[in-house]
């Protein structure tokens, strides 16, 4: 686990609405305050999609960013900020996959329920906490590690300036 500061909250949120750098993660909960509070959990429902559709979807639990930040833009821009936002990331299973195979750690892709992002929002500052569920218990962190690191070149690779908080 690691924290880190984002140091341009506008190139940042240019670069979550705007742009597609985001679009694959899955989108596991949400909170947005400003006049009321608006809460989104990102589960799928299956019930709403037909045959064909479930389908495509495949083993996908939670919505992508790309099918809900057009919905969610208009609730943070507008001439007032949130006071506060959270969101939780998750990378897709694929992504999980590559990360746990890449990582030459003893750790199996079962052994990870999930990577994530947290992001939280508040008084002017922007932060992201990676988190991982294990399935498992291990002092072994070194996929976690591997993976904290992957986040830190994902900004890098997107020019998302953060700074590292000594925890």
């Given amino acids: 686990m690691i924290a880190l500061q984002i140091e341009d909250i506008k190139v940042f949120m240019?670069?979550?609405?705007k742009d597609v750098t985001f679009d694959e993660f899955e989108v596991i909960s949400m909170?947005?305050?400003?006049?009321?509070?608006?809460?989104?959990?990102?589960?799928?429902?299956?019930?709403f999609f037909d045959t064909d559709e479930q389908e495509a979807i495949g083993e996908q639990?939670?919505?992508?960013?790309?099918?809900?930040?057009?919905?969610?833009m208009p609730l943070v821009k507008g001439n007032k900020t949130p006071t506060s936002m959270k969101i939780v990331f998750a990378i897709s299973q694929k992504s999980k996959l590559n990360i746990v195979l890449k990582s030459n750690t003893p750790f199996r892709p079962e052994d990870v329920h999930g990577?994530?992002?947290n992001?939280?929002?508040e008084s002017n500052q922007l932060k992201?906490?990676?988190?991982t569920n294990y399935k498992?218990?291990?002092?072994?962190?070194?996929?976690?590690?591997?993976?904290?690191?992957?986040?830190?070149?994902?900004?890098?690779k997107h020019e998302i300036p953060v700074t590292k908080i000594e925890t």
């Fill in 14 to 17: 240019n670069k979550m609405f």
């Fill in 31 to 47: 909170f947005i305050s400003q006049i009321v509070t608006f809460t989104v959990e990102g589960a799928l429902n299956t019930a």
């Fill in 61 to 72: 639990k939670y919505i992508k960013w790309a099918d809900l930040k057009q919905t969610v």
């Fill in 115 to 117: 990577f994530y992002l």
């Fill in 119 to 121: 992001l939280y929002y």
């Fill in 128 to 131: 992201v906490v990676t988190g």
């Fill in 136 to 156: 498992l218990f291990s002092l072994d962190k070194s996929v976690e590690k591997y993976f904290d690191d992957s986040i830190i070149r994902f900004f890098n």
